[in-house]
């Protein structure tokens, strides 16, 4: 049986770490041709070369796509090496710094609605012209912060809100050229972001956000992947403008759920993918703790 995205051509940002990795990975494994971007800082060059190693086809892109130069040169970079494009998946964005509203440092608010909303916006737009001509779509990291906000991070939930928004309203004004548009909403994983030795959570945010999953854990990068794997390929074919929630079952919890989940439930899946660098999405980057 042919693999679900065999003979696709697909752009993920952000792919240098975390979901971002796995989802480059999974797109691979799956028949995908994919274009890993990143920051020229993230490790993409190992993304790609892990993908060849392991039989699956990936070329680089090293660019802050949040700017217009970058942005067009990404998916022109898909269009010179592939001759299409299929898929893009807007999954480049930030988590900086938690503290509460009135403590936010507005430098680090425009750079998370530069990261989070001017990259899906651009990468969006110049996409949009070669994914008419296949008839493809977009996928979109949303996510439960979204839905139901970020206490201590309140901006980075408005982001989440807006894209949640945007997709939706890609989603009804280019289906006429066969275009879908959706979101895949994740919750807590386990990443960078969500452990506070490495991000900006403290330890009581982190216990919170653990807790209040009904499932008490974490997910994993190749969990989401998956998702992301399904909504992309033809089997979703009559999926569009849909938030795909993910998120162990938080957002329809009430209060910390996961406390009565027993321990040996707990446990995340181990997963196929190999992936390396799924801790690694925050490093030179600056992160605050207020």
């Not at 999954?91 to 530069?114: H, S």
């Not at 990468?123 to 979109?140: C, D, E, F, W």
Request: charged fraction near 20%.
């Amino acid at each position: 049986m042919d693999r679900r995205l065999e003979g696709k051509v697909a752009i993920i940002t952000g792919a240098g770490a975390g979901i971002g990795e796995a989802i480059a990975h999974k797109f691979a494994k799956e028949g995908a041709s994919v274009v890993v971007n990143g920051l020229p800082d993230d490790p993409i060059e190992e993304v790609v070369s892990a993908i060849r190693h392991y039989g699956g086809k990936a070329i680089s892109y090293a660019g802050d796509i949040s700017q217009e130069f970058h942005a067009q040169n990404c998916v022109q970079t898909a269009i010179n090496a592939y001759k299409k494009l299929d898929i893009l998946v807007n999954n480049a964005g930030v988590f900086l710094a938690t503290g509460e509203t009135q403590d936010y440092p507005i430098d680090v608010f425009d750079e998370t609605i530069r990261m989070n909303i001017r990259s899906a916006f651009l990468m969006t737009k110049y996409a949009l012209p070669h994914l008419q001509k296949t008839r493809g779509n977009i996928v979109s990291a949303g996510s439960e912060a979204g839905f139901n906000g970020v206490a201590k991070n309140s901006p980075y939930g408005g982001t989440k809100g807006w894209m949640h928004a945007f997709m939706k309203g890609v989603a009804v004004e280019q289906a006429k050229y066969g275009i879908r548009a959706n979101c895949v909403c994740p919750g807590a994983i386990d990443t960078a972001w969500t452990h506070k030795e490495t991000g900006p959570m403290d330890g009581k945010m982190e216990k919170m956000l653990v807790e209040g999953a009904p499932m008490a854990r974490r997910g994993t990068p190749e969990e989401m992947a998956n998702v992301y794997a399904f909504i992309a390929s033809d089997e979703a074919s009559y999926v569009t403008g849909a938030l795909w929630l993910a998120d162990g079952g938080v957002t329809v919890a009430k209060g910390a759920a996961g406390a009565d989940t027993p321990f040996w439930m707990r446990s995340e899946p181990k997963g196929e993918l190999r992936l390396e660098h799924s801790q690694e999405g925050l490093e030179n980057k600056q992160t605050q703790t207020l």
